[in-house]
C-alpha cells in the first residue's frame, strides 16, 4: 500500500509539473520554517540550462519582497533558501501562501516566472484573549440551557487551526462543540442540571483548545461561573442562524438585517435588549450598529470586501429581569465586491541609466500589475501611457518587462517620464499610473563647440603683462569626462609662435598676454584655438582668433616748423590799422597717435589784450589753429602780445603740447615782416556798420519787450504752461527760455562778426526752440530740441558757441550736421556752430 501512495504522489507532482509548464510557469513547494540552505528545486534542470552556463549567463532570481528569500547556486543550478521563512508573517489569514520570483538569464535575455508554495506547520497553539472569563447562569435556568464561550484563536490554518474544545470533568455542564469545515470551531456550555446557589455558589471550570496538527497543541481558559438567583423563561430567537448581503459601498446607516426574538415572561422579565457579542479581537460594533430595542442592525463603519469579505456576527438577547436570562444566535454577513481598487503597479528597475547607444530589446526595468478587487473587477491590463522609445513586453499575466524600442540621444532627452497606465474591466473600470523616470547614461558622440567660428579680441597697448584680455569658451553637449574641455593655442603670426605672446589656461580657456604691445608696431594677430573634451577617444574643434591692438594716448601732440615747441622765441607783427578778422599766424601740428587720440585742437593760454575795456585782442580757431584779432587795435591797448598757444588732443587723458608767439603792433605797414601771408578779407563800408548797429538795436529792444510780457503771463500762468521766455540784459546781450530752462545769448559789439553762447544747466528742456541770428540783426527759431530723451555727454557742464559768418551750417565737431543757420542769399550773414568743453 504504501509503494502505491508512492506512485499517486509521484502522478500528482508530474500533473502539477506538466501543468505549471503550460502556464508558463515553474511552481516549487516547501515547508515554513526549514532550515537556511535548504534546497526548493533545481533551475538548470527546470530552465533547460546546462550548469556549467548558468554563472556565464549570469543567473539572478528578483523578487519585489523587502528580504532574499531564495537563492540560485551556479555551481548546481539548484534554488535554495536564503531567509527564515514565516507563513504566518508572510500570508497572515490565507489559505494558500505563494511566493512570486523571475528567473534572469542574460546573454541572450530570457525570463521565467518562478512560485514557491509554502506549507504551513503547525508551530502555533491555540490561545485565548483573556485568560479568565467570567459567567453569570440563574439557579433557575432549566437543563439544557446553552451559554457561547470564548473563541480561541490560532495563527496555523487548515488542519493545524482549532479544531475542537474540550471542558474539565464536572456535573451541572458539557460542552457542545459547533462548526467545522469552511466555518470557525466554536463552543457551547449546556446545562445538564439545574443549580443550587445555596449548595455552591461558584463553579470553577477549566476550557481546552485543540488545533488538528499531529502532534497537536492545545490552550487553556478558566471559567467562572457564577450562579444566580431570577427568572425562570429564556428568550428565544426566531432563527439560530441568521444570513445577510450587503454591498462593501454602503453608506452608513444602511440596514444589513432586521433580528427577532421573544420571551415569555411578562414586565421586565420580558422586556429584551439586544447586544453584539464581543469574540476574541473582533468587536461587530466597530463595523455595525444594532437597535438595542428593535433588534435592527444597520451599517456604521466603512465595509472594505478586500480587507474582509465575510463577517461572523454573534448576537445576544438579553431580558431585563433580576436574574436576567438570555439567548444567542449567529449572524453570517457576506460582503459584495464593487470596483473600488484601482490596479497596483509595481516596478523594479533593472538597468538605470540605459547607455544611449543601448541596442534594441533592452531590459530596463520588470513591471507587477496586481488588483485587490475579484472577479472582472481584478482584471488587468498594462500599457504606456505617451510615445517614448521603450514598449512595454508581457511576460506571464500581469507581468512584464520593459524594454528599449528606438534609438536614444542623451543631447536630446537626457531623461523619460515614462507613464505605465494599467485598468481593470470594472463597470465602470478604474485606471492607475505610475511614473518611471529612466535617465540616459552618455556616451562620447559629440565634439566640443564654439559659439562663432571666428573672434575679435581687442586688446590695449601698453597693456600689463600678465593681464587676462579675453575668455573663449567652448560647449560640449555630453557631459562630465566627455564634456570636460581643455583649450590650447595653434599656429604662429609671421613665423613667430603665438605662444611667445599669448597664452591660454587650459582650464578655464582664459588669454592672458605675455608681453606689452606697441599698437605702432603690431596691430593684427590672427591664430586658433582648440578645444579638446576628455572622451575616449577625444573630440575636438577649433576657431579662428583675430586680436586687435587698441591706440593708446601715449603720443603728445608734435609743433611743425617754422614754429618750435614752449620755450624758443617766436614773432609776429600786426598793423595797428588791422580790422577785426586779421590774419596773424597759423600754427600746425601732428599726433602719432590714430583716431580721437589724434584730433588736435588750438586754444590760447593764459591770453593777454590791451586796456580800455575793449576784451580780448586775439583768438585761434580750435579746429585751424590760425590766429587773427578779435576786435580793431585802439589807443589803450599793448605794443606786445606774448601769446602761449595749447594744442591738446582727445585722448584720455589729454596730452598737450604748447607754443609760445610774441604779436608786435607796428605803426606802418611796411615795417610787418610776417612768415604767412594775409588772407585777403572783404573791407565793410561804415554806413553799412551803423546799420547793423541800429538794427541790432531794434531787436534787442524787441526781445527785450517780449520778456517782458512773457515773464508776466508765466507769472499768470504758473509753471505748468511752459511758455517761452526771451529776457535782455544791460550789456545788450539777450535770452530765451522755455519752461524751466534757459539759455544766455551774448552779442558782441563786433557787427561783423558776433558770438552766440547757450548754458544748458544742467540739459536741454524737454523741448526748446534754438534762436538763430541773421545777417539783418533780426532772429528767427531755426531748431527743435528733442524731448524723448536727454544728451548724454562725457562731462555735464557744456558751452555751445555759435559764430555768425557767411555760408556756413550748423556742424558739430564729431561730424554731424546740426541745420542751417544762415540766410540765403544775404552775404556775411550764417550761423555755424561748434562745441567744445568748458
Not at 430 to 437: F, G, W
Request: proline letters at 5%; hydrophobic letters at 35%.
Amino acid at each position: 500500500m504504501g509503494g502505491g501512495r508512492k506512485t499517486s504522489r509521484l502522478c500528482c507532482f508530474f500533473l502539477v509539473n506538466v501543468w505549471h509548464c503550460c502556464a508558463a510557469q515553474i511552481s516549487y513547494s516547501i515547508s515554513e520554517e526549514v532550515d537556511k540552505g535548504t534546497v526548493a528545486g533545481n533551475l538548470a534542470k527546470d530552465l533547460n540550462v546546462n550548469v556549467r552556463d548558468l554563472q556565464t549567463r549570469d543567473l539572478s532570481v528578483v523578487s519585489v519582497y523587502s528580504k532574499e528569500y531564495f537563492k540560485a547556486d551556479f555551481r548546481t543550478g539548484e534554488l535554495y533558501v536564503a531567509e527564515r521563512i514565516d507563513r504566518e508573517e508572510l500570508c497572515p489569514k490565507a489559505t494558500r501562501c505563494a511566493l512570486s520570483f523571475e528567473a534572469i538569464l542574460r546573454k541572450p535575455m530570457s525570463l521565467q516566472r518562478l512560485e514557491v508554495l509554502v506549507d504551513d506547520l503547525n508551530d502555533n497553539a491555540p490561545r485565548f484573549v483573556e485568560d479568565s472569563h467570567s459567567m453569570n447562569v440563574s439557579e433557575s435556568s432549566p437543563a439544557g440551557e446553552r451559554f457561547l464561550l470564548p473563541l480561541a484563536l490560532d495563527a496555523d490554518i487548515g488542519a493545524n487551526s482549532v479544531k475542537t474544545y474540550k471542558l474539565s470533568t464536572n456535573e451541572y455542564f458539557s460542552l457542545d462543540v459547533q462548526g467545522g469545515g469552511e466555518q470557525s470551531v466554536s463552543a457551547e456550555l449546556v446545562l445538564l442540571k439545574a443549580l443550587d446557589r445555596e449548595k455552591q455558589a461558584a463553579i470553577k471550570l477549566t476550557l481546552t483548545a485543540v488545533d488538528g496538527g499531529k502532534p497537536s497543541k492545545t490552550g487553556t481558559l478558566l471559567l467562572n461561573v457564577n450562579v444566580l438567583d431570577a427568572n425562570d423563561n429564556t428568550p428565544s430567537f426566531s432563527q439560530a442562524l441568521y444570513k445577510a448581503r450587503v454591498k462593501e459601498n454602503a453608506p452608513p446607516g444602511s440596514l444589513v438585517i432586521q433580528l427577532s426574538a421573544t420571551d415569555l415572561d411578562e414586565g421586565d422579565n420580558g422586556r429584551l435588549r439586544f447586544a453584539f457579542v464581543k469574540r476574541a479581537h473582533f468587536d461587530p460594533a466597530d463595523v455595525f450598529f444594532i437597535d438595542a430595542h428593535a433588534g435592527e442592525i444597520t451599517v456604521k463603519g466603512r465595509l472594505d470586501y478586500e480587507a474582509q469579505a465575510a463577517y461572523d456576527i454573534h448576537v445576544q438577547a438579553t431580558d431585563q429581569g433580576l436574574s436576567p436570562r438570555r439567548a444567542n444566535a449567529k449572524l453570517l454577513v457576506e460582503v459584495l465586491d464593487v470596483n473600488d481598487n484601482a490596479p497596483e503597479i509595481v516596478v523594479t528597475s533593472l538597468t538605470n541609466p540605459v547607455n544611449e547607444d543601448s541596442e534594441l530589446g533592452s531590459v530596463v526595468a520588470l513591471v507587477t500589475v496586481t488588483d485587490k478587487d475579484g472577479g472582472k473587477n481584478g482584471n488587468t491590463q498594462c500599457r504606456l501611457g505617451a510615445s517614448a522609445p521603450f514598449k512595454l513586453k508581457s511576460n506571464y499575466k500581469n507581468y512584464y518587462s520593459l524594454v528599449v524600442d528606438g534609438p536614444l540621444d542623451r543631447e536630446e532627452d537626457a531623461f523619460y517620464n515614462v507613464t505605465l497606465v494599467a485598468n481593470d474591466e470594472g463597470s465602470p473600470p478604474l485606471t492607475s499610473t505610475s511614473l518611471i523616470a529612466i535617465q540616459v547614461a552618455d556616451v562620447n558622440d559629440n565634439a566640443p563647440r564654439f559659439s562663432e567660428s571666428t573672434m575679435n579680441i581687442y586688446v590695449q597697448e601698453n597693456g600689463p603683462v600678465g593681464a587676462t584680455v579675453h575668455r573663449i569658451t567652448a560647449k560640449d553637449s555630453d557631459m562630465n569626462e566627455n564634456a570636460r574641455v581643455t583649450y590650447a593655442i595653434l599656429g604662429d603670426a609671421n613665423g613667430i609662435p603665438i605662444t611667445t605672446m599669448l597664452n591660454i589656461d587650459s582650464e578655464s580657456g582664459d588669454i592672458v598676454t605675455l608681453q606689452s604691445f606697441d599698437y605702432e608696431t603690431v596691430k593684427t594677430l590672427e591664430f586658433k584655438v582648440q578645444a579638446a573634451d576628455r572622451g575616449v577617444p577625444p573630440l575636438s574643434g577649433e576657431a579662428s582668433v583675430n586680436v586687435f591692438i587698441l591706440d593708446e594716448n601715449d603720443n603728445s601732440p608734435g609743433i611743425l616748423p617754422p614754429y618750435s615747441e614752449h620755450g624758443s622765441a617766436n614773432g609776429e607783427s600786426v598793423p595797428y590799422s588791422a580790422e577785426a578778422g586779421y590774419f596773424v599766424a597759423k600754427i600746425r601740428a601732428v599726433d602719432a597717435d590714430s583716431g580721437y587720440n589724434a584730433l588736435l585742437s588750438y586754444h590760447l593760454s593764459e591770453p593777454k589784450g590791451g586796456g580800455g575795456g575793449g576784451g580780448e585782442l586775439f583768438r585761434i580757431g580750435s579746429g585751424t589753429g590760425e590766429i587773427r584779432t578779435k576786435r580793431r587795435m585802439s589807443d589803450d591797448d599793448l605794443k606786445s602780445h606774448p601769446l602761449v598757444v595749447l594744442v591738446c588732443d582727445h585722448g584720455e587723458a589729454s596730452l598737450s603740447a604748447t607754443v609760445s608767439i610774441d604779436v608786435l603792433v607796428l605803426e606802418s605797414t611796411a615795417d610787418i615782416r610776417t612768415q604767412f601771408r594775409h588772407v585777403p578779407r572783404k573791407e565793410e563800408s561804415f554806413s553799412r556798420f551803423h546799420l547793423y548797429l541800429l538794427i541790432a538795436i531794434a531787436a534787442v529792444s524787441l526781445v527785450f519787450l517780449l520778456s517782458l510780457l512773457a515773464f508776466v503771463a508765466f507769472k499768470c500762468r504758473g509753471r505748468t504752461d511752459g511758455a517761452p521766455m526771451i529776457a535782455a540784459h544791460p550789456d545788450g546781450s539777450w535770452s530765451y527760455s522755455q519752461a524751466t530752462q534757459q539759455y544766455d545769448v551774448c552779442l558782441g559789439s563786433d557787427t561783423l562778426k558776433s558770438d552766440l553762447v547757450l548754458f544748458p544747466s544742467p540739459f536741454p528742456p524737454g523741448e526748446a526752440e534754438l534762436i538763430s541770428i541773421h545777417g539783418g540783426d533780426t532772429f528767427g527759431r531755426t531748431q527743435t530740441l528733442p524731448h524723448s530723451e536727454k544728451p548724454k555727454f562725457p562731462n555735464s557742464d557744456w558751452r555751445y558757441s555759435a559764430s555768425l559768418r557767411a555760408g556756413g551750417v550748423m556742424q558739430s565737431p564729431y561730424g554731424g550736421v546740426l541745420g542751417d543757420a544762415g540766410s540765403p542769399g544775404r552775404s556775411g550773414s550764417e550761423l555755424a556752430h561748434g562745441i567744445k568743453r568748458c
